[in-house]
């Protein structure tokens, strides 16, 4: 089975600033996907950024990258130059590298505030 | 390109009732996944219906069931509601293809009284 673990409930960080969220899994899969999402106040849950368990190199889009670390089984998202827009709940997630097993396993969630 | 759209927004129900909430893919997306997300439990993974068959099932009683037609549009069926099963339900449809990526509709908001 697989779980995924947000340790941080609620964070908060300064307009302009950068902060980390943290996320951890537990699989004996060995070809997966990691997902960060975000659910902004008005619920809709998109799509921040994704790894793919074989690539070493961390995925990156615009301010937002990550820090994969396999052996760990770590992956923890780096909002830079926060925007009061960021403002949202992050979820962590995972999904096996798998036909027919195309569903995520989600963390329980970090709500992230960014202070003007 | 439209993105999944879901009805109702809003429900309420009584105990007992049953419920079918639908879900509209993103065209051209052959692959539905059903979430429910509540305050205590988070997201969890309902079912997924990929060309009209159920391909993946998360571990919820047989109350919860669901359907796929042929233009991929997708239902769900909870019977003899409980108010447990108050929550946000969530669709999401992807390409099913390598990247797998998961698009979200904005939910139906379930409430059970």
């Known amino acids: 089975a697989q779980t995924v673990t947000q340790s941080q409930p609620e964070m908060s960080v300064q307009e302009a600033e950068t902060v980390t969220l943290s996320c951890t899994y537990d699989?004996?899969?060995?070809?997966?996907?990691l997902f960060w999402y975000k659910q902004p106040p008005s619920r809709q849950m998109i799509l921040v950024i994704r790894q793919e368990a074989y690539k070493q190199q961390n995925a990156t889009e615009n301010r937002f990258s990550v820090n994969f670390q396999k052996a760990a089984k770590s992956f923890s998202l780096k909002i830079s130059d926060s925007q009061l827009g960021d403002t949202a709940m992050y979820f962590c997630?995972?999904?096996?590298?798998?036909?027919?097993?195309?569903?995520?396993?989600f963390g329980t969630g970090t709500r992230l505030t960014v202070i003007p | 390109k439209a993105g999944v759209t879901q009805t109702p927004r809003y429900l309420i129900k009584t105990r007992g009732q049953q419920v079918t909430l639908s879900c509209s893919p993103i065209?051209?997306?052959?692959?539905v996944s059903w979430y429910q997300q509540t305050p205590g439990q988070g997201l969890q993974f309902l079912f997924e219906?990929?060309?009209?068959?159920?391909?993946n099932k998360g571990n919820f009683p047989g109350r919860f069931s669901g359907r796929q037609f042929s233009n991929s549009r997708s239902e769900m069926n909870v019977s003899t509601l409980e108010l447990g099963d108050s929550a946000l339900y969530l669709c999401a449809s992807s390409l099913a293809r390598t990247t797998n990526e998961q698009f979200f509709g904005p939910g139906t908001r379930l409430t059970v009284l």
């Open positions: 997630a995972f999904m096996k590298l798998q036909t027919g097993a195309n569903n995520l396993f």
């Open positions: 219906y990929f060309s009209e068959t159920q391909r």
């Open positions: 065209s051209g997306h052959r692959s």
């Open positions: 699989t004996s899969e060995n070809n997966y996907y």
